[in-house]
């Protein structure tokens, strides 16, 4: 059956371009669809830290109203801003096939951090990358490096590294890759290097509970072996607080049936240390992957991690 949709969105670049891949996705499927542009809290909130202002959540609570007011039918999402535990009344009716889920060093001088030049600052306005970059400074002894916070959007972001406000900058591989930007990178983060946050690089797609007809036009977009990594980084943190905004870090990987996790917490304000877990499971659902992120974050808060 054909449906009518309405994609609400944000309108930065980035968030144009996986609406945009929906869109696409679904009229290949004769579905007739248009894009509701917004501007969100997050987007409109430049001068402050994230963690400090409400956390990721900002970026989606207004395309929930739009929502929930019946202006759109679904919302889009890097499923790394999207909250751990939905609303009442909304439900994550899909998960698409991952994007590299790497972080990338972008930086026009320093081909990785250790060519840093001595006093260098580096920009970033994740906690967890503030937290694995402290400890990888740490293991380096570079104690002279700074690391400040970085706002905007992606274009946002290049623009105050090429201005020179940073000598180098840490951002989601699968945002660069997808906006064509690849050529960007000057070093991508291996997971041991730099283990990737909860969902970074998949796309989850928003909707009403209760539109049955919805879930069915959006199952043939779903990846279920990304559904179930996700479904597991997402339960480490919601075990763990919840908050997009945590020092966290949480990234799995299927191989067959075996779901492999692993997950890092540091203190943004303590030593330069990380406290680590992991774990793996025969999983053959959700329930399954949930259950093994919830026995990874206790051993998370077992080791330390607050």
């Given at each position: ?105 972008v930086s026009p001088g320093c081909a990785t951090p250790a060519d840093l030049p001595p006093g260098a600052v580096i920009g970033t306005s994740s906690l967890r990358r503030t937290v ?175």
């Open positions: 059956m054909s449906l009518q949709i309405t994609i609400a969105t944000r309108e930065s670049r980035l968030a144009l371009w996986q609406a945009e891949h929906v869109k696409a996705l679904l009229e290949a499927r004769d579905h007739a669809v248009t894009l509701l542009g917004m501007t969100t809290r997050g987007d409109q909130i430049l001068d402050r830290t994230l963690s400090k202002v409400g956390g990721k959540g900002l970026f989606v609570k207004e395309l929930e109203t739009a929502l929930e007011e019946g202006r759109a039918d679904i919302a889009v999402h890097s499923l790394k801003d999207v909250p751990m535990d939905l609303p009442e009344g909304f439900a994550l009716a899909c998960v698409m096939a991952r994007e590299d889920p790497r972080d990338a060093w694995l970059l402290r400890a990888m400074l740490s293991k380096m002894q570079r104690d002279d490096v700074r690391i400040e916070p970085l706002r905007g959007n992606l274009d946002t972001r290049l623009r105050k590294l090429d201005e020179g406000q940073y000598a180098a900058i840490v951002l989601a591989a699968a945002g660069l890759k997808r906006l064509r930007l690849a050529d960007r990178i000057r070093h991508i983060f291996s997971s041991d290097e730099m283990l990737p946050a909860a969902g970074q690089g998949a796309l989850g797609i928003e909707t009403i509970a209760a539109r049955a007809d919805l879930a069915g036009a959006l199952a043939p977009l779903a990846d279920q072996s990304t559904w179930l990594a996700v479904a597991a980084e997402r339960a480490v943190s919601r075990a763990m607080g919840g908050s997009c905004s945590m020092p966290l870090a949480a990234h799995a990987t299927l191989e067959g049936k075996r779901l492999h996790l692993r997950a890092a917490w540091g203190d943004p304000e303590g030593a330069p240390r990380l406290v680590t877990a992991e774990g793996a499971a025969d999983v053959h659902g959700v329930d399954a992957a949930v259950a093994l992120g919830e026995r990874v974050a206790a051993d998370l808060r077992a080791a330390g991690a607050r």
